[in-house]
């Protein structure tokens, strides 16, 4: 079975407005983590938010807010007023807490495109 | 701080060749990852290390891929004889060594070695 699943593999969203990109995730363990990476078109990939699977509060950075549903096991990333420098594929990662050290999953990606 | 260091940028080469990347982890970090990236799909990983230790090799193929860690620290990645197939980014990332309770234990990348095969 897939660990992170991104069902969307492009979005389109005007500039200014608020997009959100889909996650779900699939672990038997309490404890974990889970991530949103972005790569632009130079190829590095950026850490953008992080949420532990022990916190009841979602995480926000900036523009970037994350809506942790831990019963569905779904962690969408949303981007509130896009702007054209957003434009990039997004990945979701999970951390697994295993005894002594972690394992990271990555989603397949979406490619957000924003309209000027 | 500095960051995850890697090089080449970039590589060129014809199937049937060898060639080797090199990273160099954030100081302190005694988690390293290697990960192949091909062209419009997420990072799948290659291999793991802890300290100079592997904790993860199962998608290494390693008839054709090595990689070492010497000292627990730089790492490097090879690849011999290249094939077609093996064109994509190859990305280095590390971490702090955790393993319960790791709070927002962070995967942090270098810029990648992008390798095309021809």
């Known amino acids: 079975a897939q660990k992170i699943t991104q069902t969307q593999p492009g979005m389109f969203v005007q500039e200014k407005e608020a997009v959100t990109l889909d996650c779900t995730y699939d672990t038997s363990d309490q404890s974990y983590g889970l991530f949103w990476y972005k790569q632009p078109s130079s190829g590095e990939m950026i850490f953008l938010i992080y949420?532990?699977?022990?916190?009841?509060q979602n995480a926000t950075e900036g523009r970037y807010s994350l809506n942790f549903q831990k019963a569905r096991k779904s962690a969408n990333l949303v981007i509130s007023a896009s702007q054209l420098g957003d434009s990039a594929m997004y990945f979701c990662a999970m951390r697994e807490d295993i005894y002594n050290f972690n394992k990271f999953y990555f989603g397949s990606g979406t490619k957000l495109n924003v309209k000027p | 701080e500095a960051g995850v260091a890697q090089s080449p940028r970039y590589k060129i080469i014809e199937k049937r060749q060898s060639v080797a990347f090199w990273c160099n982890p954030i100081?302190?970090?005694?988690?390293l990852y290697w990960y192949q990236q091909i062209l419009g799909q997420g990072p799948k990983l290659l291999i793991q290390f802890q300290n100079n230790g592997v904790v993860d090799d199962s998608q290494l193929p390693k008839d054709r891929f090595s990689a070492e860690r010497l000292k627990g620290v730089d790492s490097t990645l090879k690849i011999q004889p290249a094939k077609l197939e093996d064109s994509a980014v190859y990305l280095c990332?590390?971490?702090?060594?955790?393993?319960?309770?790791?709070?927002?234990?962070?995967?942090?990348f270098g810029a990648g070695s992008r390798l095309t095969v021809l």
């Open positions: 990332a590390s971490s702090l060594k955790r393993g319960k309770i790791s709070g927002a234990n962070v995967l942090t």
């Open positions: 100081s302190g970090h005694a988690t």
């Open positions: 949420q532990g699977s022990y916190d009841e």
